[in-house]
Each structure stands twice: as structure tokens, then as C-alpha cells.
T-cell receptor
Framework: DQQVKQNSPSLSVQEGRISILNCDYTNSMFDYFLWYKKYPAEGPTFLISISSIKDKNEDGRFTVFLNKSAKHLSLHIVPSQPGDSAVYFCAASESGAGSYQLTFGKGTKLSVIP | NAGVTQTPKFQVLKTGQSMTLQCAQDMNHEYMSWYRQDPGMGLRLIHYSVGAGITDQGEVPNGYNVSRSTTEDFPLRLLSAAPSQTSVYFC??????????????FGSGTRLTVV
């Protein structure tokens, strides 16, 4: 059973517009969420994170929103740039005994069209 | 600063062969882990270690062994390779393993094909 779901395998966006990547989770014990970006033939790189005590976190062009009641988070990229074209993974962790594991979604491939 | 270094980058094995995937980090991180990435499956945790001498299983540990004799190194051993182990393997590390703050630092991966 998938605990972290990214239901859109791919997304195409025009350069300069907003990219919105979505992620849903089922495990109510998750209390920390991360987004990773991955280019081909490279390892994932950390992008931005959010704790469950917050509903928004910003870092430059990247903003993550968390809706705990809906068990949903989203990553907004504004404005989108061609260099943002990559696979984006949503990941989640929980405190306590499970805190040493990250559970990943399947990823969404973002293509930013110049 | 090298970060997390994985070797080799590519490997082809025959069914039944054994091999060790190497992972080294120079950030003095206590936590290290191995993930595999398969098409359409995301990243799944194989084994992890919270410090030298301490290892534990993740989601998909069968067919793999690990040990952690030093803080820097965390090798992953395939005892008898099977085609189902064809995958891209990523090693990751973090200061304390909680992923809070800056998440995990990943290596660039080892692409393994078992024929």
C-alpha cells in the first residue's frame, strides 16, 4: 500500500508560469515532508521541507503548502525556468521509531518549455 | 568536499554472482542508508545504519547484506544476484538520520543490471 502518492507522472509548463506538483499521503503519523529534485544520471537533491506544525514554507521561487486535514501537500515553483525540468519526489517521515526512514512517492517529471 | 561517493557507477552481473556496492561519505554523518529506484516505483529503503556497528532493515532488505565498521563507509552486498535486483541504487547520509532540516544527501547512484 503506497503511503505517499504522486498521482501525476508528468507535468508540462510554459517558462515563466507557475508549476504545481501535488502529493498525497495516507499515514497520519507522518510529521515531516520533503521535496527532492532529480536530474537524469544524478542522485536526488534536497529542495525544500515542511514540518507538520506549519502550513507553508518558502525558499526563493519554491513554496511548499501542507494541508494536514486533507493529507495533501503541494510544491509551487514561480516562475518556472527550463532548468527546473527534472523529476520531483515527495517524501515523508515520522517521529519516534520510524524517524530513520523516508517514504518516497513515485515522482513527477516536470518539463518546463522555453 | 566530495559528499557521498558511490562506486561503481555501472555494473553488469550474471545471475548468481556476488558483488559489493561501495558508499563513502566525508561529512562525518552518523546516518547512512541504501535505496533502490525502479521504474514507476520511486525510491525504496533497503538497509540503514544510525552509526558504526549498528544496522537495520528497511522496506526491501531481502537479498542484501550491509555492515558499518566505520563512520565513513557503508557497503551494500549482493550475495547471489537475481534479475529482480536490476535497479539503480542510491546511498544517502545525514547528520542524525531524522531528515529534518536539510534532508538526506544522496550519492549519484550505481546502475546495476543482472542478466
Amino acid at each position: 500500500d503506497q503511503q505517499v502518492k504522486q498521482n501525476s507522472p508528468s507535468l508540462s509548463v510554459q517558462e515563466g508560469r507557475i508549476s504545481i506538483l501535488n502529493c498525497d499521503y495516507t499515514n497520519s503519523m507522518f510529521d515531516y515532508f520533503l521535496w527532492y529534485k532529480k536530474y537524469p544520471a544524478e542522485g536526488p537533491t534536497f529542495l525544500i521541507s515542511i514540518s507538520s506544525i506549519k502550513d507553508k514554507n518558502e525558499d526563493g521561487r519554491f513554496t511548499v503548502f501542507l494541508n494536514k486535514s486533507a493529507k495533501h501537500l503541494s510544491l509551487h515553483i514561480v516562475p518556472s525556468q527550463p532548468g527546473d525540468s527534472a523529476v520531483y519526489f515527495c517524501a515523508a517521515s515520522e517521529s519516534g521509531a520510524g524517524s530513520y526512514q523516508l517514504t518516497f512517492g513515485k515522482g513527477t517529471k516536470l518539463s518546463v518549455i522555453p | 568536499n566530495a559528499g557521498v561517493t558511490q562506486t561503481p557507477k555501472f555494473q553488469v552481473l550474471k545471475t548468481g554472482q556476488s558483488m559489493t556496492l561501495q558508499c563513502a561519505q566525508d561529512m562525518n554523518h552518523e546516518y547512512m542508508s541504501w535505496y533502490r529506484q525502479d521504474p514507476g516505483m520511486g525510491l525504496r529503503l533497503i538497509h540503514y545504519s544510525v552509526g558504526a556497528g549498528i544496522t537495520d532493515q528497511g522496506e526491501v532488505p531481502n537479498g542484501y547484506n550491509v555492515s558499518r565498521s566505520t563512520t565513513e563507509d557503508f557497503p551494500l552486498r549482493l550475495l547471489s544476484a537475481a534479475p529482480s535486483q536490476t535497479s539503480v541504487y542510491f546511498c544517502a547520509s545525514s547528520y542524525d538520520g531524522t531528515a529534518k532540516g536539510y534532508g538526506y544527501t544522496f550519492g549519484s547512484g550505481t546502475r546495476l543490471t543482472v542478466v
